[in-house]
């Protein structure tokens, strides 16, 4: 049978299992995955090990035994990861640094010094472990000691959640953020590793270390309930994001770490199952990331952290690897994966794909996925296998030495799926062995990290960008603010939308599409998105279809109004070379590909080229982005567009 006829089978096959699946924006369904595992408090005390034997890794001064694990190219790795850091100068981050978010909306005059830190500390910490000579340890002592001297481990941009609300770190009032979490799993592991070694120098550095942990992690853990914990404040409708799994991972290192009472860690870990219970419950079934591919490292990522540390914990009693849910959202990373780099971008999501290999690999190997663990295998390809800490990570690093061998030996393979479906997320891709690859999304306009783009698409070919998603600029005050609307690229009109009756979309869960369908067999995907756009654009019907056929887009809108107020426009993003000087007729040509659109003659067609200044958008993209706008030049109340790209 042929390959591709197989793919699309195996395609039309996934997309009838998930077709019951509600198709309804925000579902929030009562699974409680890990408490109905688990059973109850008292009966997750008697799964969990006593002190730290759950822990797979020799101790610091078992040489043989990290020698072996790591081998010589591992500990090559690490040691000269290591060796750049031995005169490395440690930031100071001052009062101004974390003010000056509040002045001019800038995250990166106080995150930059502090992540080159945090990376430096678990870089150090890892090279260590790798040599054991002791090199390494005067260093990561200043980073130990510098790090418990700071008011918080939380950024700048995160202090709004402090109670009292304040823009500089408040001592009284511990804040456990994302990046407070990362950093206190980081200081949890040196904690483990190295307090004999600290105490060998002097007793203080672990005495301090130890009660800075216990005030800044454990009691602040148990003593407050953060908004991303979604328990005692979160009510229906909120949004449930990466903040959860990631943060509750890395409390989790800290109490298994740190945590000798059976009481306490018990008490503790319960929390952590119910507030994960509620971020299963949040995603859809389907198994999507609404925040697109670049945040899967931080969602589905670091909820296969938190359940592998649960499952090794509880010695395998405490685990849901079996899931089918489970596998499909670690599945999404490698169907989002476009090829030569690039990824499907929705949201605030890069186009530039940033997958870690040996993560996928791992999610692959736990879940049963033969497809993810040869996707790794495809990745590290071309990128190798890192096991150098990023921003400190070092349990991903830990867990990466584990596996690199696997991988290493795994068959390398990415087939792309004739037609992957998420129902429940509205959100589809469809592919051919002609090298076409389309992404189209519905949704609604409340997603984590929204943009206002219910309909819009993506278009590939042979691996290239051509119709894009620009995405998103460096963060800023303003990207996480009421002002966030006023930034162009969150906007409808700079995706691949109409402006409809004159209006754009709105923002907000009640702006969604409605009646999804999907069609494997016929390479068809439509939405009806009249009620992403508010009352004013006037309505009632406009449903929006991609057809794919080889070497050839078909793009169909059906529409009718209640009034017609202003003349319509289609709006197409791009990044390639616009010719409009054959009337009816766009060439587009973008790094090798080109392509014609066809558009109806009743409309006309313009361009605009946006200069970029942004850095972020500027790595992706280059100095400029443009944007095509077919404008109707009659009022219509109802009729039909159909724009062919071939």
Not at 230 to 249: Q, R
Request: glycine content about 6%; proline content about 4%.
């Amino acid at each position: 049978m042929n390959r591709h006829l197989i793919i699309l089978l195996r395609g039309l096959v996934c997309c009838l299992l998930l077709a019951s699946v509600a198709q309804t924006t925000q579902a929030y369904t009562e699974r409680d995955l890990l408490q109905r595992c688990a059973q109850s408090r008292e009966h997750l005390r008697g799964l969990l090990a006593a002190d730290q034997s759950w822990v797979s890794f020799p101790d610091y001064k078992d040489r043989a035994a990290w020698d072996s694990l790591l081998g010589e190219e591992g500990k090559r790795q690490l040691v000269m990861a290591g060796e750049k850091l031995l005169d490395y100068k440690w930031n100071l981050i001052r009062a101004t640094d974390y003010l000056e978010y509040g002045r001019s909306g800038d995250i990166s005059v106080m995150e930059r010094p502090y992540f080159e830190n945090r990376t430096a500390l678990g870089t150090l910490m890892m090279a260590e472990l790798a040599e054991g000579k002791g090199r390494f340890t005067d260093q990561l002592l200043n980073g130990v000691f510098y790090s418990c001297e700071m008011t918080t481990w939380a950024v700048s941009a995160h202090l709004k959640y402090q109670v009292p609300r304040c823009v500089l770190p408040d001592h009284r009032t511990p804040l456990i953020d994302i990046a407070a979490a990362d950093y206190a799993s980081l200081l949890s592991w040196t904690y483990h590793f190295f307090r004999k070694e600290f105490d060998h120098i002097n007793p203080v550095i672990s005495i301090r270390l130890r009660q800075v942990l216990e005030e800044r992690a454990l009691k602040a853990y148990m003593k407050k309930d953060e908004w991303w914990m979604a328990t005692k404040e979160w009510k229906p409708g909120d949004v449930i994001n990466n903040w959860n799994p990631w943060c509750n991972a890395n409390m989790l290192q800290c109490f298994l770490l740190l945590e000798d009472d059976p009481e306490r860690l018990s008490e503790a870990v319960w929390k952590s199952v119910k507030s994960v219970d509620k971020f299963l419950n949040f995603v859809s079934t389907d198994g999507a990331c609404e925040e697109g591919s670049t945040y899967w490292g931080h969602a589905a990522g670091k909820l296969l952290d938190y359940l592998q540390l649960l499952h090794d914990a509880t010695g395998g009693r405490l685990s849901i690897f079996n899931d089918p849910m489970v596998r499909r959202m670690g599945e999404y990373i490698s169907r989002t994966y476009v090829g030569n780099g690039w990824a499907v971008n929705f949201a605030d999501a890069s186009p530039r794909f940033a997958g870690n290999p040996p993560l996928i690999y791992r999610y692959g190997k736990e879940t049963g996925s033969e497809e993810l663990m040869k996707f790794a295998a495809f990745l590290a390809e071309d990128r190798g296998v890192s096991i150098v800490p990023e921003r400190g990570d070092v349990y991903r690093a830990l867990q990466a030495i584990l596996c690199r061998k696997e991988l290493e030996n795994t068959e390398p393979r990415h087939e792309k799926e004739a037609c992957t479906w998420y129902p429940e997320t509205q959100v589809c891709y469809l592919t051919n062995h002609a090298g076409w690859f389309l992404a189209a999304k519905g949704g609604h306009n409340n997603e984590s990290h929204n943009h206002n783009d219910v309909g819009t698409f993506s278009l590939y070919i042979h691996g290239k960008p051509v119709l894009i998603d620009v995405g998103v600029g460096t963060y800023t005050r303003q990207t996480f603010s009421k002002e966030r609307y006023s930034i162009w690229t969150m906007q409808s009109d700079y995706h691949n939308l109409p402006l409809i009756n004159g209006v754009s979309q709105h923002q907000g869960a009640e702006f969604k599409a409605t009646s999804p369908t999907c069609r494997p067999e016929r390479a068809t995907v439509s939405f009806d998105i009249a009620s992403a756009y508010p009352d004013s654009a006037a309505v009632k019907k406009w449903i929006r279809s991609y057809e794919l056929k080889t070497e050839k887009l078909t793009i169909r809108d059906q529409f009718s109004f209640r009034k017609a107020c202003s003349p319509n426009s289609l709006h197409f993003m791009t990044c390639g070379n616009v010719n409009l000087s054959v009337p009816g007729k766009i060439k587009v040509d973008s790094d090798g590909e080109s392509v014609t659109m066809e558009y109806p003659g009743t409309m006309e067609a313009s361009a605009e080229f946006i200069p970029l200044t942004d850095p972020k958008l500027q790595s992706v993209w280059g100095d400029s982005v443009c944007r095509i706008v077919l404008t109707d030049k009659t009022l219509k109340t109802k009729g039909e567009y159909n724009i062919k790209i071939y």
